[in-house]
């Protein structure tokens, strides 16, 4: 909102090989390089730059990992109006520890760890699907047990249940 920028080849004769150039004047500052820009402003720059880029170019998912890390509270809530702006187009996956963003999400998928060394898989679905976290209902779901799991995924993350089940029932 009110901001500008400028991206540009540094050296125009060689663009393949040349470095690009990106100048921003966030709203109510001067015109500076993404270089002497904190580090909230660059994300933010750098958000924009991908935003305007899904505006010629849409995408129907997208992936984006802690990319709200270096954003104060009022950013990151500028940064979830962006996302929820496209999400009628795009589908975003965040991996993040924001607690803004989880927040704000629809979904949550989760690792914790209720005994030392066994990771389990949680998920929680707000709902309403407004994705504001004040949904009427909460659902959790606990990790689907092995037999939901595709063969694949089973091999690698749960190597020892074979052996596990097979030690039981021989017991039995």
């Given at each position: 909102?009110?901001?500008?920028?400028?991206?540009?080849?540094?050296?125009?004769?060689?663009?393949?090989?040349?470095?690009?150039?990106?100048?921003?004047?966030?709203?109510?500052?001067?015109?500076?390089?993404?270089?002497?820009?904190?580090?909230?402003?660059?994300?933010?720059?750098?958000?924009?730059?991908?935003?305007?880029?899904?505006?010629?170019?849409?995408?129907?998912f997208?992936?984006?990992?802690?990319?709200?890390?270096?954003?104060d509270?009022?950013?990151?809530?500028?940064?979830?109006?962006?996302?929820?702006?496209?999400?009628?187009?795009?589908?975003?996956?965040?991996?993040?520890?924001?607690?803004?963003?989880?927040?704000?999400?629809d979904?949550?998928?989760?690792?914790?760890?209720?005994?030392?060394?066994?990771?389990?898989?949680?998920?929680?679905?707000?709902?309403?699907?407004s994705?504001?976290?004040?949904?009427?209902?909460?659902?959790?779901?606990?990790?689907?047990?092995?037999?939901?799991?595709?063969?694949?995924?089973?091999?690698?993350?749960?190597?020892?249940?074979?052996?596990?089940?097979?030690?039981?029932?021989?017991?039995?």
């Amino acid at each position: 909102n009110g901001g500008e920028a400028d991206v540009r080849l540094e050296n125009a004769d060689d663009p393949l090989e040349s470095n690009i150039e990106i100048i921003a004047r966030p709203r109510g500052k001067k015109l500076l390089s993404i270089t002497m820009m904190s580090g909230g402003e660059r994300a933010l720059t750098a958000i924009s730059l991908l935003f305007s880029l899904y505006l010629v170019k849409p995408s129907p998912f997208c992936i984006l990992d802690e990319i709200d890390a270096p954003l104060d509270d009022a950013n990151c809530r500028r940064f979830l109006k962006i996302i929820r702006s496209f999400s009628g187009q795009t589908q975003f996956i965040t991996i993040t520890h924001n607690k803004i963003t989880m927040e704000a999400a629809d979904n949550l998928y989760g690792v914790t760890m209720e005994q030392p060394g066994v990771s389990k898989l949680v998920g929680v679905r707000f709902g309403g699907g407004s994705g504001n976290g004040n949904g009427d209902a909460v659902q959790i779901e606990v990790t689907p047990t092995e037999d939901d799991l595709p063969e694949s995924i089973r091999e690698r993350l749960l190597p020892n249940i074979n052996l596990a089940r097979e030690d039981s029932s021989s017991s039995s």
